[in-house]
């Protein structure tokens, strides 16, 4: 039988990394009951430590999701450690992942500590958190520029004391593919008991080669493990992207001679969660996920295609769960066949009265919208999850827009704050730039505006818009996301998301800068 190798998603917490992408409890929910439907192997829920709100989450998602091995990030320190198996004491399968830097500029202008002491305190973490727990990880931060000799010395004493998976980060994605295949393969030849551990993987994206860098050192170094994100997604250029990852593995299996446990057909309802629930686009040209990724736009090419679809298709667009855009419901479909729907999509609502609200909001969508597609009931079922969830402070009511050639554009927004309804009105340069100061008027929230975009949920003039608004304050970055028919409402509704979110009590550690 072949070897296993393992999927270790980080999207939750290396993904959340990335600034803007910071999820609610029940956002972040929603996406692990995703990844345990896609049989991920292992779930990095966050890093318990860093907030109430992470442990939270780490806590609930150890709860109710039971088919994955549950992981918290810890530094490697008792505290930490003590933290994250308090949160993941309620999962049937746990690990607790501890890390420190092991590279000479991390030790020093980092951490400020000898190489002595990282490797006693390596040590003595690991052998802390084994009264938790036997499925330890241990992470050398910046591994692949670390002192091979040094690295070995702390691996073989952090095995000694019980981690049972190794990985190896290329934290700034500075590594090339034949150099950190080469890295891997000589660590666990040097390593005398590297026999006891699984060797992971986890690499960063910063020149583009986080996917090929972990793949060779799949297929040439002897790892068993990829950490990796849906999307890519993750600080700076992003992580290792799962999707990549998995469909080379399962499509090149003659190369790579691996099984993959992924259901590859949760995939794009995955990337599509995430997408959605971040605001971080998927560009149309990315591998597997892109929208564009199974188009043929050229005659040849689709000529062929009907002819031999493997002439220019490697894989097939069902087998990592595009559906073809099927227009699934109209104004008359019933609560019912709303629901059969959801069932068929795999989304779980949580109760009877979310169910009902997201009904009214389909009903509503039908009423001005002839054809229903699944990206729509996607869309509409991720907006009444994080309405019956998170905590609103400011919630939209309505718009009305006046815009003329020639004229000044003057928009004037309804919307509560803690249930008070409040109305704002301002002119701006264009419908939009007029409803956000219609918004601002009344909240002067002090934010910026890092970033706007706009994207059709489906095709054609009838689609809905998604809007993604990043606003920054006070060294906080936050993404909020709106959908509607009227992409000026959508703008509205994105911008209050956003301002949502900039809840400073919402701030948290980040574990690699402290
Ligand atoms: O990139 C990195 O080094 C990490 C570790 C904490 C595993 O994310
Ligand atoms: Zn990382």
């Not at 986080?210 to 068993?224: D, E």
């Not at 479909?333 to 068929?344: C, D, V």
């Amino acid at each position: 039988m072949a070897d296993k190798l393992i999927i270790f998603d980080t999207t939750l917490r290396d993904g959340e990394q990335s600034p803007g992408a910071s999820m609610t409890k029940e956002e972040k929910l929603r996406i692990a009951r995703q990844l345990e439907r896609m049989k991920v192997d292992v779930i990095e829920a966050g890093f318990a430590a860093s907030s109430n709100g992470d442990f939270g989450a780490i806590q609930a998602i150890a709860s109710q999701v039971k088919d994955s091995v549950i992981c918290s990030l810890a530094r490697a320190n008792d505290k930490d450690i003590a933290r994250a198996a308090e949160a993941l004491k309620p999962a049937e399968r746990f690990r607790v992942h501890t890390f420190i830097a092991t590279s000479a500029l991390h030790m020093e202008k980092k951490l400020r500590m000898t190489p002595e002491q990282v490797y006693e305190q390596a040590r003595l973490a690991v052998r802390f958190a084994r009264q938790f727990t036997d499925d330890i990880e241990f992470s050398p931060e910046d591994g692949s520029r670390s002192d091979m000799d040094f690295l070995c010395r702390v691996l073989e004493a952090v095995i000694a004391e019980g981690a049972t998976t190794i990985n190896i980060p290329d934290t700034v994605g500075y590594a090339v593919p034949d150099g950190y295949a080469a890295l891997i393969r000589q660590i666990r030849e040097r390593v005398p008991n590297s026999d006891k551990a699984v060797f992971s993987v986890h690499c960063h994206n910063d020149l583009g080669m986080a996917v090929a860098n972990s793949l060779a050192a799949v297929k040439l170094g002897g790892a068993r493990q990829i950490e990796c994100t849906v999307n890519g997604l993750g600080e700076r250029a992003g992580n290792t992207s799962l999707e990549e990852v998995v469909m080379a593995v399962k499509t090149r299996r003659d190369y790579f001679g691996l099984e993959v446990g992924i259901d590859t057909t949760q995939i794009v309802p995955a990337s599509k969660l995430v997408s959605q629930t971040t605001g971080f686009v998927v560009q149309p040209n990315k591998a597997v996920v892109g929208a564009n990724a199974f188009a043929h736009a050229s005659g040849i090419h689709q000529d062929g295609v009907l002819k031999a679809r493997d002439t220019y298709e490697i894989m097939r667009a069902e087998d990592v769960g595009w559906s073809a855009n099927k227009i699934v419901l109209g104004k008359l479909s019933g609560r019912n066949a709303f629901k059969q729907r959801l069932q068929e999509l795999g989304v779980a609502l949580d109760s009877e009265a979310e169910l009902n609200a997201a009904f009214a909001r389909f009903k509503e969508l039908a009423d001005r919208k002839a054809e229903i597609f699944d990206e729509d009931i996607l869309s509409i079922v991720s907006q009444e999850a994080s309405a019956a969830h998170d905590h609103e402070t400011y919630r939209f009511v309505s718009l009305s827009q006046h815009s003329e050639t020639g004229e000044r554009p003057h928009a004037k927004v309804v919307f509560t704050v803690d249930g008070s309804e409040t109305t704002g009105q301002a002119h701006g340069n264009g419908p939009v730039d007029a409803t956000l100061h219609a918004i601002e008027s009344r909240v002067n929230s002090g934010a910026e505006l890092i970033l706007y975009s706009v994207n059709a949920i489906t095709a054609g003039t009838q689609a809905q818009g998604e809007v993604t608004v990043r606003l920054a304050k006070a060294g906080r970055i936050v993404n909020g996301v709106g959908t509607d028919l009227d992409i000026v409402a959508a703008s509205a509704k994105a911008y209050i998301a956003a301002l949502n979110k900039l809840d400073p009590s919402a701030e948290k550690l980040n574990p690699q800068r402290s």
